[in-house]
């Protein structure tokens, strides 16, 4: 009787082992928090985060705040089971699979490259849709930001080619690249004329067909754009595009006379395309918080975006505005200095 019970005693001190190690034990999650906020009218480690070169600029009161998501866990820094579960219950966290944010088949450098190189597009996308929404012209071109293996483009085209016609006619930019060349059925032939290197090139290919039926030559096409003055902008180590929709109305406040927030502070997050079309992002409800600890009055998101705002431990703390679209934002900025409320609001679905 004392063995069996001595059994017992220690099985159950094994088990209850298990258990509390088992908590410690690192899990494939990420934790998402409230990250920095930087009022893009301000400083960073002392210099103008959007500072205009080559054009007069303004300095206004108020905030437009670009608010981020700080990630914690991932390859070789793993969360443990505790800490996880203690975020899942926490109103301004949220958890995620670790893939979500690495996928396997990419390594984290991999991702930080991206990750920066989407900051980077998002900065000029931004300065592109404010100089359009000011009614600022500036020059873009199409060119050659890939070249596929063993497709039709490969030796022929090379990356850096300006593309100045598809078929003997001008081509402007990547959207009229891209449509020209898909004005075909595959297996049609085309011809691309470049200027690489002040030289003009001219191939002849033949389309083949893509994964999802259309024509393609194996390029990858972006849109490079000169502007007629410099816009700098300083956000430091910070990546991805989603403070796009703010960076283009720091930029319009920087070049306009009149300032856009009218001393209030505004905070959002959403991409931008040089055409004003604002998109959605993640981790919207983890931004409202930093958001509201900036103090800021009102949160602009782009309407597929309108979700998130509800599971937000901000929400009912700050007003959420509806954008989708640049001109949207500024003619939501023109009511809130006004006083009225006239403001597109994100309703639950």
Not at 47 to 71: F, N
Not at 88 to 96: E, G, K, M
Not at 135 to 160: K, R
Not at 219 to 224: F, L, N
């Amino acid at each position: 009787m004392f063995r069996r019970l001595t059994t017992l005693i220690v099985a159950a001190v094994l088990l209850l082992g298990l258990s509390v190690g088992g908590m410690f034990l690192p899990v494939p999650y990420l934790v998402a928090s409230p990250g920095l906020a930087l009022n893009t009218l301000g400083e960073i480690e002392g210099e103008q985060i959007i500072e205009i070169k080559g054009a007069e600029e303004y300095e206004h009161d108020g905030g437009l705040s670009m608010v981020t998501v700080q990630y914690s866990g991932g390859p070789g820094t793993r969360m443990d089971l505790i800490t996880v579960l203690n975020a899942w219950l926490s109103p301004s966290q949220a958890v995620l699979p670790e893939e979500a944010l690495f996928p396997p088949d990419r390594s984290v450098e991999e991702i930080s490259e991206t990750q920066s190189l989407e900051m980077d597009d998002s900065q000029m996308n931004a300065t592109a849709a404010a100089l359009n929404e000011l009614g600022i012209e500036y020059e873009t071109q199409a060119y050659v930001a890939g070249v596929g293996a063993d497709l039709p483009a490969e030796g022929e085209l090379e990356e850096g080619d300006v593309i100045t016609e598809v078929d003997g006619e001008p081509v402007a930019d990547k959207e009229e690249a891209v449509e020209k060349v898909g004005d075909r059925e595959p297996g049609d032939g085309v011809q691309i004329a470049v200027d690489r290197d002040g030289e003009t090139v001219k191939a002849e290919l033949t389309t083949v067909e893509s994964d999802d039926g259309t024509p393609i030559i194996g390029i990858m096409v972006a849109d490079d754009m000169e502007f007629p003055f410099d816009v700098e902008i300083q956000v430091g180590e910070i990546g991805g595009p989603s403070a796009g929709m703010i960076f283009a109305l720091g930029i319009m406040d920087r070049l306009s006379e009149e300032g856009l927030t009218g001393g209030h502070k505004i905070a959002g997050t959403g991409t931008i395309t040089p055409d004003g079309t604002v998109g959605g992002v993640s981790g919207v409800a983890q931004k409202m918080v930093s958001a509201e600890e900036q103090g800021a009055e009102y949160f602009f998101v782009a309407e597929e975006s309108c979700a998130q705002t509800f599971d937000s431990a901000a929400a009912g703390d700050i007003e959420v505005v509806k954008v989708d679209r640049l001109e949207d934002a500024v003619n939501a900025l023109e009511s809130i200095r006004s006083g009225e409320d006239r403001l597109p609001r994100c309703e639950p679905g």
